[in-house]
Nanobody, 131 residues
Framework: QVQLGESGGGLVQTGDSLKLSCAHS????????VAWFRQTPGKERAFVAG????????????YYSDPVKGRFTISRDSAKNTVDLQMDSLKPEDTAVYYC????????????????????WGQGTQVTVSS
């Protein structure tokens, strides 16, 4: 099991920026997939963005949901063992609890969106965007 931890959430206004960080284990530094999901009460967990890489020194593939494409950027920092989500031009619709998730192996544009396929999860961090 890979234990994850999220940080960086907060209360901001429309148009502001936040950066979320997901700390993962050293084992996931090679051939792994990490993704961000978000959830509001009464709704299913929704895919936000994901990243997959075959090795520590290799380039990563990134994936984005339509609502955040062009505004959010996902990246990894191998030295810090983190996956970061830079969120710009935030909107009230982005308000949710954000979770990071991890699984071994690579992903496709389809499989990375299936939250039930991920094996390790963080506890979540609240993002609130007010107008």
């Amino acid at each position: 099991q890979v234990q994850l931890g999220e940080s960086g959430g907060g209360l901001v206004q429309t148009g502001d920026s936040l950066k979320l960080s997901c700390a993962h284990s050293r084992r996931s530094r090679g051939r792994s997939t990490v993704a961000w999901f978000r959830q509001t009460p009464g709704k299913e967990r929704a895919f936000v963005a994901g990243i997959s890489w075959p090795g520590v020194q290799s380039s990563a593939n990134t994936y984005y949901s339509d609502p955040v494409k062009g505004r959010f950027t996902i990246s990894r920092d191998s030295a810090k063992n983190t996956v970061d989500l830079q969120m710009d031009s935030l909107k009230p619709e982005d308000t949710a609890v954000y979770y990071c998730a991890e699984r071994e192996g690579l992903s496709t544009t389809v499989t990375i969106r299936v939250w039930k396929s991920f094996t390790s999860w963080g506890q979540g961090t609240q993002v609130t965007v007010s107008s």
